[in-house]
């Protein structure tokens, strides 16, 4: 690598993937983003009926603790975290004043006053630390030594087993702090796919390569591969990206993320009242599932297509790809309100011609998980 390379940061598993074959990198929280190894279809069909394992240390934690770490975590997030026990994790929004979107992290919530958030692509760690300077609460708030892997698909039952000895079992969004043969972990169930999967969240970067041949030689009889993230598998299971298919321009009802607002909690969050404001009077536009007619799309998605009915731009598809399971072109599209129905057709315009679009239900196909 050249140049400028040295001022991206690299994860404790960079050297891995470089081994394992990794033919490109994209970006994330100023991380390499080990992308893809093989040919994508060969990887998806991997994640789907065997288990893959992924490099996502790009997925940058977020620590708050101290007295009023509760009190804190619950103000940046709609969700009522009074209903998240210690060892549990949630899925989460964090909101700003008008109730756009800042970041979709996964909470882990470690004990009583000690939370991580899991963040996407934004800045969170700066985020957090502006609140924190006028909030008027005792917390601490840090990014500590902790890198995740990711090991999904239904196989990945089996390689948790085989690599702890059968001693972590966990049900969906639970976590376990633990240990490797003194490789400090935690490990939760949790993953960007539809599939069965979990994390491990490496507490010392030093034991990164090692921990990743660990993970390797347990499962290998599971027929394990190394890949990158699937973009086909989470469209197929209605999962969202950062950055992609939401940001801070989009609030939680316009992107169908509304079941993760409590605006009847306890807590008086950042965002809480625009948030009230749109609940009350609806959203002008709606982020829908859609099918595109035609075949097998030719080329990966890259950016947004405009949207158009009757000749007037009402809105854009922020990612489409090809299901190999439903033989369909499939993918999310943000339209206004009036073109949001199922059922509702439209003009998309592909880089390669006009073609037709459908509004149908999300998720495409229900996931194990």
Known sequence: ????????????????????????????????????????????????????????????????????????????????????????????????????????PVLLRLAETRFWLSTSDSDLLLWAKGVAVNAGLDVAIAEPDVSPLQIQGPRSTGVIEALFGGRVVLGRYALVETELDGIPLVVSRTGWSGEIGYELFLRDGRYGDELWERVL??????????????????????ILGYRCDMDLSTNPYEVGLGRLVDLDGPNDFIGKAALERIAATGVRRLLVGIEIAGDELPAPFEEPWPVTAAGETIGAVTVAVRSPRLARNIGYAMVSIDHARLGSTFDVAAPWGAVAATVVPKPFIDGSR
């Open 217 to 238: 030689h347990a499962g290998a009889p599971f027929g394990i591969a190394v890949t990158g993230p699937s973009d086909i598998n989470r469209v197929e299971a209605g």
């Open 1 to 104: 690598m050249s140049g400028v390379d040295y001022w991206i940061r690299r994860s404790p598993y960079f050297e891995a993937t470089r081994r394992a074959g990794c033919r490109r990198y994209s970006f994330a929280n100023h991380m390499y983003q080990p992308g893809s190894y093989a040919d994508p279809i060969e990887e998806y069909w991997k994640l789907v009926t065997d288990v893959t394992l992924w490099d996502v240390a790009t997925e940058r934690q977020v620590e708050i603790t101290g007295p009023d770490a509760f009190a804190f975590t619950d103000l940046l997030t709609p969700r009522d975290l009074s209903r998240c026990p210690v060892g549990r994790c949630r899925y989460t929004l964090i909101t700003a004043p008008d109730g756009g979107i800042v970041n979709d």
